[in-house]
Each structure stands twice: as structure tokens, then as C-alpha cells.
């Protein structure tokens, strides 16, 4: 199944995307608003995606359907995963870097971007993917199925820079996980630029701004 998805093109014909994956509960409208602040002039044309999840139950708000990478359990998000929705999700991005592919865009011209449950999704999902990538930018996120990343993780994508950005007051994802995921990919000679803002589950202008200077490096 496709997911359905709102897009936005900078110029005409473009050979490079941003995927972007959007948090628990919004939808892929969520980020539209970021664009004219983040793309400079000078870039080459970009086509961002903007997917819509689908619709599921989420357990730890009793059960109410909404938009969703994966069922959320509990307040341990690391701990109970819901190993099956993330594997399902990570599947439906594939297939989202498929259709830019079959677009004309390379994969190494593709940037996934993620927020919250989607910036999970792009971590794991970037680090499988079995063809080289632009980079990834996982924003108030966390890994997810840390300990089967070795096993699982593609060569192709082990020297592919990773943007990640925590508030240091998140109270839906700790910035100490947020951390932690860190850690464990620099340790496994991931090439990590980690930002921390005085900020809580959110995105700030400090943020846009220093991922817009780390995207321009990526597209020069």
C-alpha cells in the first residue's frame, strides 16, 4: 500500500528529496511550514515528501486511532517495542525512496528526515537501507531495536552522515535517550552531528538553522 503523502518542489524537475517522517498524532502537514525557512536559494532543486502514517490504535493513549509509525505501549519507549510496527514502517519508507528512484532522483541524492516516531523510523530505516543515501536527520528521536542494529545495519549507508537534534528538556523522549542512541551509533563509527537546545518536545529556529548550514554541506 502507498502511503499517501503532501509535497513540495523548490524548482522544477528536481533531482534530490527530503523525506520526511512526521511524529505520533500529526500528519505530514506537520513539517510543510519548515520549508521556506530552511531551503536557501542556491540549492539545487528539492522535492520534499511529506508522508501521512497510517491510522492505528495507540495503546498508551487507550486505544484512540491515529496517525502512527508504531503502537507506543508505555512510557519506556525503549523498553516493549513494538518491534512488527516499526518493521512495517521502515518497509513503507523503503518503498517511499523507491518511488523518488523511480522519479529520476539517485538514492544518494535522497535525505530522510524524521521527527519524534518518524525520525525512529528514518534511523532504523536509513541504517538498513541497502543503497548509499544523501544523510539522515533524526530530530527529537531516539534508535529503535538498538541491539539489532549490527546485524541489520547496510554497508552501503555505514559512512552516511547522521544529524541529530534533542531538546534538553523533552519529556516525551528523554534528551539522556536521545543520548544514548547517540553514543551507540558514534561508536560504531557512525559520522554524528549531535545538537542539544533548551527546548522541550519541539523544533526551534536555532535548530532550522543549523541543520539548514548541514544540509547545504550535503548538497554542495
Known amino acids: 500500500m502507498a502511503l499517501p503523502t503532501s509535497e513540495i518542489e523548490t524548482h522544477a524537475n528536481p533531482r534530490h528529496a527530503v523525506i520526511w517522517l512526521h511524529g505520533l498524532g500529526a500528519d505530514g502537514h506537520d513539517f510543510e511550514p519548515i520549508v521556506p525557512e530552511l531551503v536557501d536559494p ?4 528539492l522535492r520534499f515528501v511529506f508522508p501521512h ?12 486511532p491515529m496517525r502512527a509509525w508504531y503502537d507506543i505501549s508505555g512510557q519506556e519507549i525503549a523498553q516493549r517495542q513494538d518491534k512488527a510496527g516499526i518493521r512495517a514502517s521502515i518497509g513503507l519508507l523503503g518503498e517511499l525512496i523507491e518511488r523518488e528512484v523511480a522519479r529520476g532522483v539517485p538514492a544518494q541524492n535522497i535525505l530522510l528526515a524524521g521527527f519524534s516516531q518518524g525520525g525512529a523510523i528514518v534511523l532504523a530505516g536509513g541504517l538498513r537501507y541497502t543503497s548509499k543515501l544523501c544523510g539522515i536527520i533524526a530530530l527529537s528521536t531516539y534508535l529503535p531495536m538498538a541491539e539489532k542494529t549490527d546485524a541489520e545495519a547496510s554497508a552501503a549507508n555505514r559512512g552516511t552522515p547522521v544529524f541529530m537534534a534533542h531538546g534538553m528538556l523533552d519529556p516525551t523522549i528523554s534528551h539522556a535517550l536521545g543520548e544514548m542512541s547517540r553514543d551507540y551509533l558514534v561508536q560504531r563509527g557512525y559520522a554524528v552531528e549531535w545538537h542539544a537546545y533548551p527546548m522541550a518536545h519541539s523544533v526551534c529556529a536555532e535548530e532550522i538553522a543549523d541543520l539548514k548550514r548541514w544540509i547545504g554541506t550535503r548538497l554542495a
Open 53 to 64: 502514517a497510517p491510522v492505528r490504535p495507540i495503546t498508551i493513549n487507550g486505544g484512540m
Open 42 to 45: 542556491a540549492w539545487p532543486a
